[in-house]
């Protein structure tokens, strides 16, 4: 049952917006995509709980890919899938990887998202619907550490940029933190969190 509806629980907790993305806007993107389908593959019909299923509140990652975009003009980019001896946008992400803003992560069955804050930008919460109570964070200097952790668990990692950088051959210093920090402002983000080594994840 706690399966159930994270899709769009790790969406509206990586926006930190409960009031976005409620269920009919999610399956009105999922039907248009499933249109979209249909036309270019020109087929008679197509099963549209590929991308969407109100029973269970499944949302194809290009629903959640699709939302962010129309809503806040965030692209939402897959990290295993850049090519990483030659894409601009992997470099810019990885070269300040300590630095950007949050991570939108499927696990299994299971979507989360880890996420930090402006005014507690040492550590990354980690955000499950799965523990509500308790978030796990991470210290903003060890999250290729925690990267390498989901890599070898088998979770995929997308981070949010703006959709400016796919523009882009070259990035301004003046311009770097904006394309890194595309989510918008949030009550969090003035909330000073007490951390300490009781919170922090831990690897194994």
């Known amino acids: 049952q706690q399966l159930l509806f994270c899709r769009r629980h790790a969406l509206r907790a990586f926006v930190q917006n409960l009031e976005k993305f409620d269920d009919s806007s999610l399956v009105s993107i999922g039907q248009e995509l499933a249109t979209q389908e249909l036309l270019i593959h020109e087929q008679e019909r197509i099963n549209q709980d590929i991308y969407y299923s109100i029973e269970d509140g499944f949302y194809h990652i290009e629903v959640i890919q699709n939302a962010l975009r129309e809503e806040f003009n965030i692209e ?20 300040n990887i300590h630095d950007v803003q949050a991570f939108f992560i499927h696990k299994g069955n299971h979507y989360f998202c880890v996420r930090r804050f402006d005014n507690t930008v040492d550590y990354f919460f980690i955000i499950d619907s799965l523990s509500p109570n308790m978030h796990k964070t991470i210290p903003h200097n060890r999250i290729l ?6 890599s070898k668990n088998d979770g995929l990692i997308y981070i949010p940029v703006s959709a400016h950088l796919l523009q882009m051959h070259s990035i301004p210093s003046d311009l770097l933190h904006s394309v890194l920090h595309p989510l918008p402002t949030c009550d969090a983000d003035q909330v000073v969190f007490t951390v300490n080594e009781r919170t922090n994840f831990t690897f194994s």
Do not use: P
């Open 145 to 150: 550490d925690y990267i390498e952790y989901l």
């Open 76 to 95: 939402l980019i897959q990290l295993e899938a850049l090519n990483r001896t030659a894409h601009f946008i992997y470099e810019v992400i990885m070269n």
